[in-house]
């Protein structure tokens, strides 16, 4: 390793935001609004980030269906939706700031459908109490992204690098200036030089094999807040969505939104049976994602999945033009990749890997990490889901969260001075490490390895054991594979030069892969318990003792930590709130502060 | 309640067993990939690619780069037609490669190309950037003084611009249409796809901006002879020429042409719908 980094080019602003999909977007929009310079950075082409995949709606207790409704219920299913594991301050910011945020983005152009009335359609979704989701057909996703990067590209002081990765972030002292990278397409190193840093990566659902999730979704702006200090929150908990393509292969994992259900789909065993009607009787297909993907998985283990190992999602009964209406883009969806014409003939649907609730630590009203300078927003970020995420909430999360980063960033970066220093050492360092790959031979006696075929069997080893279902010798087994594979990628070499390498840029992809799913399992095997999407053949209840905490994983000086913290109950004013839900049960309250006789007596396990 | 509270033993997936391990078909597709850089000599590579059930050209692309040939360059996001990243020519034809089926096509070897009608960075991978620039160009959304009441918005007024707010921005309108393709007018000319943002806003019923004269002018509107190329290529099924470039050039027509509204703009100097 030279002390001295080889040249790269420099860019400043005052906030960086990293990543353009919906969080980073809105984030960038009001750094600037707030009078600063931004550069968003983005590992892909504008507009192509993983929001586009989301399909249902942007849930928001607006009331335009169900008068019912308001922000209230909607904390309420949220909190009850993630087992109260949420940060509860979160859930209140947002379930009231969210219906601004879509009324807002209606104000940029963004279409909604509509009711009789000409007001914003809202449908119903899984264990939503009221038809909460604004949606727009099933491409909302798009709507979202769309409206967010026309809105910003004609704002002013924003600069868009497109095609950039960053690999780690760069500090002057404790403080985050800046980030580093490179051009994807030249290989040529760049520095970025910030007042203050919004993450806003999303998440990290490749390492599993059978995902909804792009191969962006690697995880880099966790793992590179894990490295430079910052807390990373309940990372054990990941969702499966229940309904993934399950055929053809290659289009396994594929995601069919929940507004297939929300409009009325129906779900089947192989044996003509209407299982949800024994799981949740009350809620049926509409239950949360965990419970609709835990009860596919009980069907097939059973004997009475499809031939391809899933279940029967129907929607023929609605009608082939309403399909068409409100699911054009299913109904496209199965009639290319699979030639199932969807109003004729039932789906084969089972759970894909979808979203990851746990994320880096953040403060609810500012969305900083424990890291001055850097904050999070969005899937990257974790405390708002809890357990288990609602459908419809990450919508309205990026741009509630995404507007209080991008705020809080500038209001950072104008107060906070000008450290922005960069260590040429640490640069140095970085550089090293990255090029090292392309280096030729491995370290002399081990052979090389291939950076695709190291995912691959990271793939494997999370699917097979800390997938949906997990237990102690399960983790166990997968935490040896993650140490094996962290192992072997030293000796990963690849072909080709700098200039758009794609298997150059999929090496740092799967190093920052193992280090998420180590904490994945190392969370999940202290979490000895089930609860929301973390399902333990090995402690099949709910434990009140771990209703009390969250887990908090941490680069210690022997390296992961996962620690537990007490998490703040539920305050007085907002606890008379829970009742509102329709799916409030007392008998049936998540097991944790609000189930025990006695009062909270603080925690029992160590506390850092 | 026949519910299995604690399956077996096993923490397997819960489709592994079933599922037909790889889906392979025993047939082997031969891929003839054009690879090369600016200022090189893009030639064609071809690859043998082990053929499986439903296969894309998009998986078949993965299984070179994951297993014969990790340099090969190729963009590519969500695989499912949504994010419009994969565009390039299979077999002379603009397509996503996620959607293209290898039981689709013709027997025998495929080729895969970049897209023709933009620079080629490295492989499969070209320089779209000019789109983003045009973009940037057409004004925004634009909507009246806010009342801060709820909008009113009847559901054909959206079901009417629905269409153009499907767009993924493939671009493989752009890069099919003759006039970017052959002429290299890109300079002088939107293209189909942004015909298609201008239309989205024009015909928005809150938008007050009037887009017509920098269409014309600036987006060489006048350019487009309608073959309908955009259309046919348009994997969201946008009837491109039909339902946005059609309704601007008689709307162009109309604030240029028609001396009764001429003299209308004049006077009240107002959008016409």
Redesign the interface.
């Known amino acids: 390793m030279t002390a001295t980094p080889e040249p790269y080019d420099t860019i400043e602003c005052d906030v960086l935001v990293v990543g353009a999909g919906g969080a980073g977007m809105r984030a960038a929009i009001a750094a600037s609004e707030a009078g600063c310079s931004v550069t968003v950075v983005s590992k892909?082409?504008?507009?192509?980030a993983?929001t586009?995949?989301a399909e249902g709606g942007i849930a928001a207790g607006i009331g335009n269906v169900d008068p019912e409704d308001s922000w209230e219920v909607h904390f309420a299913d949220t909190m009850l939706g993630g087992q109260l594991l949420n940060n509860w301050r979160m859930v209140e910011l947002y379930a009231h700031e969210v219906i601004d945020r879509v009324?807002e983005l209606?104000?940029?152009?963004g279409?909604?459908?509509?009711t009789a009335?000409?007001?914003?359609m809202q449908r119903a979704f899984g264990a939503h109490s009221w038809k909460r989701l604004a949606h727009?057909?099933d491409?909302t996703g798009?709507?979202l992204i769309?409206t967010c990067q026309?809105?910003m590209?004609?704002t002013d002081r924003v600069d868009v690098r497109?095609e950039y990765t960053l690999t780690a972030l760069l500090k002057s002292g404790d403080r985050v200036c800046g980030a580093f990278g490179y051009n994807r397409?030249t290989g040529q190193f760049a520095a970025f030089k910030a007042g203050a840093v919004v993450l806003a990566s999303g998440g990290w659902g490749r390492m599993y094999?059978?995902t909804?999730n792009?191969?962006?979704c690697s995880g880099d702006g966790a793992a590179m807040a894990y490295q430079a200090g910052a807390d990373l929150l309940d990372m054990e908990f990941v969702q499966f969505h229940p309904t993934g393509m399950?055929?053809?292969?290659?289009?396994?994992g594929?995601?069919v939104t929940e507004a297939v259900r929300g409009e009325g789909g129906l779900l089947f065993n192989a044996e003509g049976t209407r299982f949800m009607l024994?799981?949740d009787p009350v809620k049926k297909e509409l239950s949360s994602r965990d419970v609709v993907a835990r009860s596919?998985?009980?069907e097939?283990?059973?004997g009475r999945?499809t031939?391809?190992?899933?279940a029967y999602l129907d929607v023929r009964h609605l009608g082939a033009d309403y399909v068409k209406r409100k699911l054009?883009?299913m109904y496209?969806?199965f009639h290319?990749?699979?030639?199932i014409d969807i109003t004729q003939q039932p789906m084969e649907v089972?759970?894909t890997i979808h979203y990851t609730m746990g994320g880096v630590r953040v403060e609810p009203e500012t969305a900083a990490t424990t890291v001055p300078g850097l904050y999070a927003a969005g899937e990257v970020a974790g405390g708002l889901h809890g357990a288990n995420r609602l459908g419809g909430n990450s919508l309205g999360d990026i741009l509630v969260f995404g507007r209080r980063a991008g705020e809080a960033a500038a209001e950072f970066a104008k107060t906070s001075g000008t450290a922005r220093v960069f260590d040429d050492a640490q640069i140095a360092a970085e550089q090293s490490d990255l090029l090292q790959p392309l280096g030729g031979d491995s370290n002399g006696a081990a052979p090389s390895e291939?950076?695709?075929?190291l995912h691959?069997d990271l793939q494997l080893a999370m699917?097979?054991?800390a997938?949906?279902?997990?237990?102690e010798e399960?983790l166990q087994r997968a935490l040896a594979a993650i140490l094996a594979l962290r192992e072997r990628s030293t000796h990963i070499r690849?072909?080709?030069g700098r200039?758009?390498?794609?298997?150059w840029h999929?090496v740092r992809d799967v190093t920052n892969m193992l280090v998420l799913s180590e904490a994945i399992v190392r969370g999940a095997i202290e979490r000895r318990e089930s609860r929301g999407s973390q399902w333990r053949?090995d402690h099949?209840d709910q434990e009140v003792e771990f209703g009390k905490v969250n887990f908090v994983t941490r680069r210690g000086d022997d390296g992961m930590e996962v620690v537990s913290v007490p998490l703040t109950p539920l305050p007085d004013r907002l606890r008379p709130l829970l009742e509102r839900s329709r799916f409030y049960d007392p008998a049936k309250l998540p097991k944790g502060y609000l189930t025990e006789t006695a009062p909270v007596a603080g925690t029992t396990r160590k506390k850092k | 309640m026949a519910v299995l509270d604690q399956p077996a033993s096993s923490v397997d997936a819960p489709a592994e067993n079933a599922l037909t391990a790889s889906g392979l078909t025993g047939e082997t597709l031969t891929l003839r990939v054009l690879k090369g850089v600016p200022g090189g000599e893009p030639a064609e590579v071809a690859y043998q690619v082990p053929v499986v059930t439903g296969m894309v050209i998009l998986d078949a692309v993965h299984y070179v780069q994951h297993n014969l040939d990790t340099d090969l360059a190729c963009r590519w996001n969500c695989k499912a037609a949504k994010c419009g990243s994969c565009s390039a020519e299979v077999n002379g034809h603009p397509v996503l490669l996620c959607k293209t089926r290898v039981d689709d096509l013709p027997p025998g070897p495929v080729t895969v190309h970049p897209l023709k009608s933009f620079p080629l960075i490295k492989d499969l991978v070209t320089d779209v950037s000019r789109n983003y620039e045009v973009n940037r160009e057409i004004p925004p959304f634009t909507a009246a003084p806010d009342d801060g009441t709820p909008w009113r918005i009847p559901q054909e007024d959206i079901d009417r611009i629905y269409e153009f707010r499907k767009c993924i921005e493939c671009f493989l309108c752009q890069d099919v249409c003759h006039i970017i393709r052959s002429h290299d007018l890109s300079e002088r000319f939107y293209g189909p796809r942004f015909f298609v943002r201008v239309a989205s806003l024009e015909m928005h019923p809150k938008d007050v901006l009037d887009r017509r004269e920098q269409t014309r002018e600036q987006g060489g509107l006048g350019y487009c002879n309608i073959t309908k190329c955009c259309t046919e290529v348009c994997p969201e099924h946008i009837h491109i020429t039909d339902n946005a470039i059609i309704p601007l050039k008689e709307r162009v027509a109309d604030v240029h042409w028609d001396p009764v509204r001429f003299v209308g703009r004049m006077l009240f100097g107002r959008k016409e719908d």
């Open positions: 892909s082409l504008l507009g192509k993983h586009v995949m009324l209606e104000r940029w152009g279409i909604f459908d509509r009335d000409g007001l914003i727009v057909g491409r798009l709507e769309r026309d809105k590209v004609h497109m397409n094999r059978y909804s792009s191969w962006e399950i055929w053809p292969p290659g289009a396994r594929i995601l024994d799981y596919i998985y009980k097939v283990q059973a999945g031939p391809h190992g899933g054009p883009s496209e969806q290319a990749l699979a030639s089972g759970p291939n950076p695709y075929k691959e699917q097979d054991d997938g949906i279902g997990r237990s399960s690849v072909s080709g200039a758009l390498n794609p298997g999929t053949f099949l």
